[in-house]
Structures are given as C-alpha cells and as structure tokens.
C-alpha cells in the first residue's frame, strides 16, 4: 500500500499552502455545467482554513494549448467556490508574477486566492523548471489534491512539489485508499464490468485487470469488437477493425489466467447512430443496424453473476446513456451495483456522470473522481504525481 504525506504533516498555522486542485469542469458558455470537481475539493480547501493556512489554488480547465483563451478562464470556478464556501475569493489573472505574489501577500489568515488557468502558459505542460519554482515561491508549502491530473508530469503537479514540502489532500488520499483496495488486496470474487466507447482506450486496463479480477464483463462500444473477433456478426456497430487482433488475444489471456469473460448476450439495436431512431431488442445484431445498448438477458445474466461478487469495479457506460432510448443497460447495471453487497468502485468520468444522473452516487462505496487517472492507477498502482507526496 502506498503511504501519503497527509496535512497533518505539515505546519499550516501561518502557512501559505499552494493547493493543486482540479477545477478542470464542463462549462455551457461561462456557467458551470457540473460542479462535482469544485465540491470534490471542499475538504480539503476547508481543513486548510480551519489549520489557519492563506490558500493558493491553482488548476487547469481544458486544452487551451499553452495560450490565453478568455472562454477557458478559472474565473467562473472561483465565482463557484466562493458561492460553495461562502467566503471571499480572490482571483489572479495570471499565474505567476510580481501582481500574483502582492495578491498572495495581502490574503488574510483563512484566505483564498485562485490563480488563473495553469495551462495558458505553455511551461505547465512542458513540465518547465523556471515555471515550477515561480509557482512554489507563492508558497510555503505544496498541497496536492488534484486526483484527476496526477498521472501528468506537469509543473504544477511534479514540479513545484519538487520545491516545497508537500502532502496529499484529503481526496487524494480517499482515491488512493479506493483503489489501492482494488490494486492489493480486493475481497473475491472480483469483477469488474468495462464498457465505453474504444477498445484502445482500455487495452491496459483490461490487461491488468485481468491479472486481478474474476470476472470481467464487457459491453458498451467496445464488446462488438470482441464479438466481431469471435467470428460473430455485429452489423454495422462501431468496431475498432485493426483491433480484432488484439482482442483476440486478451481474450485468450483472460482465458489463460482463469479469468471468466462475460459478453452480452443480447443487444438494443438501431439503424442508425441517432436520438430519435427506432430501438429494438434482438439475441443477434440484424443485418444493416447497430447495437446501441446490451439487452435485457444480458442485463439478467450478469447481475445474476454481480450478486456473487465482493467486490464490483465498473468503467465505461453500456450502452448510449445519453439517449433515453439506449441507457437501460447503464442504469440497470448501475442500479445493481448501488444495491450490491459488494464494495463498490466507480471510475471515469462518462460512467461517474452516469451514476449522478441516475442519483445514485451516495450508494456506491467509492466513486472516483480521475477518469485516466483512475485507469492509470488501477493499470500501475502508482502514479507520477504521487511520488513527491509518499512517505520515505
Ligand atoms: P468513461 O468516461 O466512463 O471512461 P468512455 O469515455 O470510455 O467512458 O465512453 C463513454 C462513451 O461511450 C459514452 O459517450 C457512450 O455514449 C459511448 N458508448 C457506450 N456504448 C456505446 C455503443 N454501443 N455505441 C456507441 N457509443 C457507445
Ligand atoms: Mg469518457
């Protein structure tokens, strides 16, 4: 298990703490669509209050490729946090600087300032020194509670906790436990349950899971092209063709290391990739349609075989679950996990909004914040970010 640094390791009456968070939410216009990455944060953000810290909080919010993007601006998330903590916020419009240190200067004990999007500065992603030491001198020590960046390298992740003394936040440390679990030593029978869009996305994962788990049940996008592997017809479902291969063979791993495979058995078809288009429920994919959904007997099946496990871990929608007509297979299998006597994990950001939607978020055991961190994590046990914060 990996051992954290936590903030009751550092000194924060008097501190100045530069706080990685990660504030990087979908935004309609300038209004903030979903502000689970914001809340995610409050914790941590309020212990730092409590201790008597002046608090930095820096971010990154989408790829605005190293330039200024003014519809990509922190300013909204700070206008959040401020709604969220009721308290006074302070925003920099920049990043680093002799304005930014004079803003720092003039926090009260117990205050906040956000500094602007760290990736309108093209060192954040280079991972540049210069940047990281201009970062970590607005600080008296580092502070990371930015889960769903800590598989980058970046300046503001790697780099100014290179320079100060520095700990994990209180949601890091929650992420690491959840999946740590799910790393080391998950009770069995384990199944994980992986949907989503690409196969490539989750090559990794699927074989390193494999390596862990019981069961491994596959659908969303990403089954029809283990089904088409297998030599069966999937009509005109979204395959990956140059990776039937691959496929192929982690399904011959999975065999090999005693690993039961569960595909779908039956499937909510279309004719075509759209809202409005007529659902139907076949065992076989007709000719000229799509599979949009798994199908009810899936559905049967594999919460039959859910209902053995101890532990559940699920990655990747099953279906369409944007679209009404297709999000049953999601939210049945979502449903089952939420009453499921097993402990229950949740990851990547498709299937985490997924389970909000449905309201069932409160009824898993964990539901990680980190969509490719999480991944990453469960992949290698260990994230780059996480280095500076381990105990020696
Ligand atoms: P996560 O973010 O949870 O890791 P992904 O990003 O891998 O999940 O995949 C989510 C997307 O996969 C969703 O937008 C969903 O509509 C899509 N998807 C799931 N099943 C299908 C399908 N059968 N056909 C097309 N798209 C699908
Ligand atoms: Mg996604």
């Not at 190293?66 to 401020?82: D, E, H, I, N, T």
């Not at 008296?140 to 503001?156: K, Q």
């Not at 297709?326 to 049945?332: C, D, E, L, V, Y």
Request: hydrophobic share 45%; aromatic share 6%; with cysteine.
């Amino acid at each position: 298990m990996i051992k954290l640094k936590t903030l009751e390791d550092l000194r924060l009456e008097d501190a100045t703490v530069l706080c990685r968070v990660d504030f990087n939410v979908p935004l309609d216009g300038d209004s903030i669509r979903d502000d689970t990455r914001i809340r995610a944060a409050l914790p941590t953000i309020q212990a730092l209050r409590e201790g008597g810290a002046r608090i930095v909080l820096m971010s990154h919010l989408g790829r605005p490729k190293g330039q200024r993007v003014p519809s990509l601006s922190l300013l909204p998330a700070a206008a959040r946090l401020a709604e969220l903590v009721d308290a006074e916020v302070v925003f920099a419009h920049d990043t680093v600087g002799d304005g930014v240190a004079e803003l720092v200067r003039e926090l009260p004990e117990g205050g906040i300032l956000v500094l602007e999007n760290l990736r309108f500065d093209p060192r954040e992603k280079a991972g540049d020194d210069e940047f990281s030491k201009a970062l970590a001198s607005l600080g008296t020590c580092f502070v990371n509670d930015a889960f769903g960046a800590l598989h980058r390298a970046h300046a503001s992740i790697t780099g100014a906790a290179a320079h100060l003394p520095s700990a994990a936040g209180l949601l890091v440390q929650a992420e690491v436990e959840a999946l740590g679990k799910l790393v080391s030593r998950p009770e069995r029978p384990f199944g994980a349950i992986l949907g989503g869009a690409k196969v490539s996305d989750k090559m990794g994962v699927i074989d390193a899971l494999s390596k862990k788990v019981d069961h491994l049940f596959i659908g969303g996008a990403m089954a029809y092209t283990f089904l088409a592997s297998r030599g069966e017809d999937v009509g005109s479902s979204r395959i990956e063709s140059d990776k039937l291969e691959l496929a192929d063979e982690l399904l011959a791993l999975c065999e090999e290391r005693g690993v039961k495979v569960h595909l779908p058995v039956d499937h909510v078809v279309a004719d075509r990739f759209a809202e409005d288009a007529e659902p139907s429920t076949h065992d076989h994919i007709p000719e000229g349609t799509m599979g949009l959904d798994i199908g009810p007997k899936t559905v049967e099946a594999w919460t039959a075989v859910m209902a053995t496990c101890q532990t559940l871990f699920w990655n990747g929608p099953l279906g369409v679950f944007e679209w009404d007509a297709f999000s049953g297979g999601t939210r049945s299998i979502a449903e089952a996990m939420a009453s499921s006597q097993a402990w229950t994990v949740v990851g990547g950001g498709d299937s985490a909004a997924a389970v909000a939607a449905f309201g069932l978020s409160d009824r898993m055991d964990h539901v990680s914040t980190g969509g490719g961190a999480s991944l990453e994590f469960l992949e290698k046990g260990d994230l780059v970010g996480l280095a500076p914060l381990k105990r020696k």
